[in-house]
């Protein structure tokens, strides 16, 4: 239903079925999984070479090794970038960690990211594209994360730690 008669509706007493959408400014958007060429949703593309190809970042290792890896190489910053590369921590659930790429800054806590290997199930492998993900750090600087479920087609529970965000520009050496 188009904003402007969602919102007519609402102020008319609508049928709770046509209301979905009055609670809110915006509905989630739905998932978009993409199969990557030469690699099924069974071939087990990881995050690490899909971040390295779209990103343009040429650093190897695991997930959590890259951010000490761009150490003095590129930049890294605790706010997002489009094109940036978030890191996440090596924890219990994600003993390689994981990166995703920024697709875009939708505001101060909310990006939407790229990565491939995030979902389980018949989507392992895949590549999920504009995903959102949520900054709930107490201080706003990205170090704890929410990440979107494709399988269950919303925010998952679970609060992850980030390193940042790496940047696709090396550092200059004497600056």
Not at 147 to 169: D, E, K, M, Q, S
């Amino acid at each position: 239903m188009h904003r402007r008669a969602l919102l007519g509706a609402c102020a008319l007493g609508a049928p709770l079925a046509m209301l979905a959408g009055c609670g809110t400014s915006r509905a989630p958007a739905p998932p978009v999984i993409a199969d990557v060429p030469g690699h099924g949703p069974y071939t087990g593309i990881s995050c690490v070479p899909y971040a390295r190809q779209r990103s343009g970042i040429q650093l190897a290792g695991d997930a959590w090794q890259w951010w000490d890896a761009a150490a003095g190489r590129y930049s890294r910053a605790r706010q997002p970038e489009p094109g940036g590369v978030l890191v996440l921590a090596r924890t219990s659930r994600l003993n390689s960690g994981h990166l995703s790429v920024v697709r875009r800054v939708v505001s101060s806590r909310e990006i939407r990211v790229d990565h491939a290997n995030w979902a389980s199930g018949a989507l392992r492998g895949r590549v999920a594209e504009d995903q959102p993900v949520l900054d709930v750090s107490p201080r706003n600087d990205w170090t704890q994360v929410r990440v979107w479920y494709p399988r269950i087609n919303a925010l998952g529970n679970t609060v992850f730690a980030a390193h940042g965000f790496i940047l696709p520009r090396t550092v200059m050496a004497g600056r």
